[in-house]
């Protein structure tokens, strides 16, 4: 029994540990908060801390100064409801002897902030040093800690107001049109299981459009996007930029939370990806065998295909061509949920959008397979998913012929993705093979692995 509730007390300290690598050494030790600078190294400075790090100055080499900014943030971040004032919040700080007067000093000099009281210096500290941004949300705005109608646009209004939202597109509130996707007492099936609420933004004036999403898993999620957002190498990815052939990659443009009956809420804010999701052609497709869908859902798997090899590439950690590397495939950034509802092809551009992006950036710290996306998009879709992504029903009721669907979409797909890397083609497709045959991914149904007798003939082919 003493085993058992040392363990349930230990696997979320070690889950949050794997996650984003910020153990230090030795077991127990101390967490480092650590952010991302161009290279995916690690740099001493607070943009983010929970409850469950350390801010001990251990835990920054000595050094009192972030040790202290460390401090403030924390105890910032532990206020819901309840005022505590930010002369508490430094006496706080400087009892756990985690702040000295002279790194306060030295802070507020930093910061040109000598001549704030209190308050403003540890809300300017709070403010500058937080991705997840704190807005202020009055009882009015909310049923049951969710938000009405004219209580997200006021929530908009401020968040603007106060800087915790600097795109453009949310300066004048009278330019919004706002849609409830998921109202108070009614069903919805847009959002998926992660989502509490849903609203569709359209900024009138220019056409902007931006989901607004309140996350149902939380901190972990939101921070994960939070710092996909702000990696300064996925900038050129992230809409509304476009690269030709790499997904445009549905980032957020602000991350907020608010409390409201004590509990946290994070919500996120994100431009609407075009076109339709992948799911959405397969499925037109099977409803339909036509010539015409059947075109649309192989150039949907096609241009799928092709900017998804080249992030793969443009991310990969070894080098390719490089005497000493074991395989060309290395490991790389990846999407890690890439089943064909986190995909959008728009046919008018032939532009592809990734959305839900929280594993990409968990991929920035631990770089993982590609084979993490491949399978997902390749073999998931047969095994089943909780809202109906259920082509194995569809396979044992003969609405999918599985060898015409491999021949017809996924041999273009694999080909697009193995030639689009270039250079030795052959040791590519072989890579590929073992990739998708690797029992240690750990993710794939027996089902699922079984549909490689599909794909194999094609990869052989390409071997030889």
């Keep these: 029994m003493i085993i058992l509730l040392y363990c349930a007390y230990a696997l979320p ?22 952010v991302l600078n161009d ?57 756990k002897k985690e702040c000295t007067h002279d790194a306060l000093l030295a802070l507020k000099a930093a910061g040109g902030l000598s001549s704030k009281s209190d308050d403003d210096f540890v809300a300017a500290v709070y403010d500058k040093y937080k991705i997840i941004k704190r807005v202020y949300v009055s009882p009015q705005e909310t049923y049951r800690g ?17 800087g915790k939202i600097v795109d453009p597109a949310f300066e004048h509130i009278e330019e919004l049109e706002i849609r409830n996707l998921h109202p108070v007492g009614k069903k919805s099936e847009e959002g998926g299981m992660a989502t509490k609420q849903l609203f569709l933004v359209k900024n009138q004036k220019t056409g902007q459009e931006y989901i607004i999403k309140d996350l ?75 010539d015409s869908n059947k075109m649309r ?31 060309l495939l290395g490991m790389t950034m990846v999407h890690g949920d890439l089943h064909p509802k986190n995909i959008f092809y728009d046919e008018l551009t ?26 997902y998009l390749l073999l998931f879709p047969f ?18 012929d599985t060898r015409k669907w491999f021949n017809d979409f996924y041999e273009p797909f694999i080909r697009e993705y193995i030639t689009t890397f270039g250079g030795d083609t052959a040791r590519y497709a072989r890579e590929v ?16 692995k079984s549909l490689l007798r599909y794909l194999d003939p094609l990869l052989d082919e390409m071997i030889s």
């Excluded at 230090?24 to 908060?33: D, I, L, N, S």
């Excluded at 350390?54 to 080499?61: E, Q």
């Excluded at 798997?301 to 395989?327: C, I, R, V």
Aim: with cysteine; proline share 5%; net charge positive.
């Design 216 to 290: 149902a898993k939380g901190k972990n999620e939101a921070f994960n996007v939070a710092i996909a957002a702000r990696y300064n190498p996925l900038k050129k990815y992230s809409a509304p930029a476009y690269m030709a052939d790499f997904p445009i990659l549905a980032l957020p443009v602000a991350t907020l939370e608010y409390y409201r009956w004590r509990r946290k809420h994070i919500i996120t804010i994100t431009p609407k990806a075009s076109g339709s999701d992948l799911y959405s052609y397969m499925n037109a497709y099977k409803d339909n065998p036509s």
């Design 350 to 375: 032939d532009r592809v959008y990734w959305i839900d992006l929280d594993r990409l950036g968990k991929s920035i710290l631990r770089p993982m397979s590609p084979a993490i996306d491949l399978g």
């Design 13 to 34: 300290f070690f889950v949050y540990a794997d996650d984003y690598s910020m153990l230090k050494k030795g077991f127990m030790g101390a967490y480092r908060p650590m």
């Design 433 to 448: 093979k073992q990739l998708l045959h690797l029992k240690k991914e750990g993710i794939w149904h027996n089902r699922a």
């Design 39 to 95: 290279d995916a190294g690690i740099i001493k400075e607070i943009r983010d801390v929970s409850d469950s790090e350390s801010c001990a100055l251990s835990a920054w080499d000595n050094q009192i100064e972030p040790a202290c900014t460390c401090c403030i943030v924390q105890e910032s971040d532990k206020i819901t409801d309840t005022k505590v004032s930010g002369q508490d919040i430094i006496r706080t700080c400087l009892d």
């Design 146 to 162: 969710k938000f009405s109608d004219k209580g997200i646009q006021s929530f908009l209004a401020r968040a603007y107001s106060t």
């Design 383 to 400: 095994f089943g998913f909780p809202w109906n992504l259920i082509f194995e029903t569809n396979i044992r009721t003969k609405k999918v």
């Design 297 to 327: 859902l192989q150039k949907a798997y096609t241009a799928s295909a092709k900017t998804l090899a080249n992030f793969h590439k443009a991310f990969m950690k070894n080098e390719q061509g490089k005497p000493d590397s074991s395989s």
